[in-house]
């Protein structure tokens, strides 16, 4: 029973540094998300993909770039890491809604982000 | 601008006692609301929801209350227990859209 898969869980970068997060579902989900959490600032949508083929921006997408590689795999990447991106990140899954039949989100268990 | 806003940063409440986390919301297009529970170094996990064609929904010891017009929720946990010792994240969403709108959380400890 995997569900969300994250790697890394935890990673330490130098501002300038470029990084890939890795995420994985097997829930056969269309929807997918990422979002960081920071201290007293709940959970913020980085960007998100309703379906395969398909991204959209979130609430905080700038310094980000995302790439749905296939109906299982959503990446997130920090081109140049800034200190103000060291958070928790967050990656999360869905059915697609449809009429009556809102379906939860379902997370991974973050990847810890520290960039100095 | 924060949509959706849980004002108690933390509440403690004694085993078998009745545990009420506040939820506030200013988006009225707000039509579907979610319950998450956190542990620390994990991910959320989805708790209870509500749609805002209801007023009450129960799962067992959690009940979710919605009152539209004053656009408020509130999570009941009865009777409180010490496993229920978590972050608890307040969402809300919008017609067909599949993205979620997160409170800043309410950190609940259950006292022995």
């Known amino acids: 029973n995997a569900g969300v898969t994250q790697t890394p869980k935890f990673q330490v970068l130098k501002t300038g540094q470029s990084m890939t997060l890795q995420c994985a579902q097997d829930m056969n989900h269309n929807s997918m998300y990422w979002y960081r959490q920071d201290p007293g600032m709940g959970l913020r949508l980085i960007y998100y993909?309703?379906?395969?083929?398909?991204?959209d921006k979130g609430e905080v997408p700038n310094g980000y770039n995302v790439s749905r590689l296939n109906k299982r795999e959503f990446s997130l990447r920090l081109e140049s890491a800034a200190p103000s991106q060291t958070s928790v990140y967050f990656c999360?899954?869905?059915?697609?809604?449809?009429?009556?039949?809102?379906?939860?989100?379902?997370f991974g268990d973050g990847t810890r982000l520290s960039i100095l | 601008d924060q949509q959706v806003k849980q004002n108690s940063p933390s509440l403690s409440v004694q085993e078998g006692r009745i545990s009420i986390l506040n939820c506030d919301y200013t988006?009225?297009?707000?039509?579907?609301f979610l319950w998450y529970k956190k542990y620390p170094a994990e991910g959320p996990t989805f708790l209870i929801s509500i749609s805002s064609i209801k007023d009450k929904n129960e799962d067992g010891r959690f009940t979710v209350f919605l009152n539209k017009s004053a656009k408020h929720l509130s999570l009941h946990i009865v009777p409180s227990q010490p496993g229920d010792s978590a972050v608890y994240f307040c969402a809300a969403k919008r017609g067909t859209a599949s993205k979620l709108t997160f409170g800043t959380g309410t950190r609940l400890q259950v006292t022995l």
């Open positions: 999360a899954s869905s059915e697609m809604f449809r009429t009556g039949n809102n379906q939860p989100q379902h």
């Open positions: 993909s309703a379906s395969e083929g398909t991204t």
């Open positions: 988006n009225s297009m707000f039509d579907y």
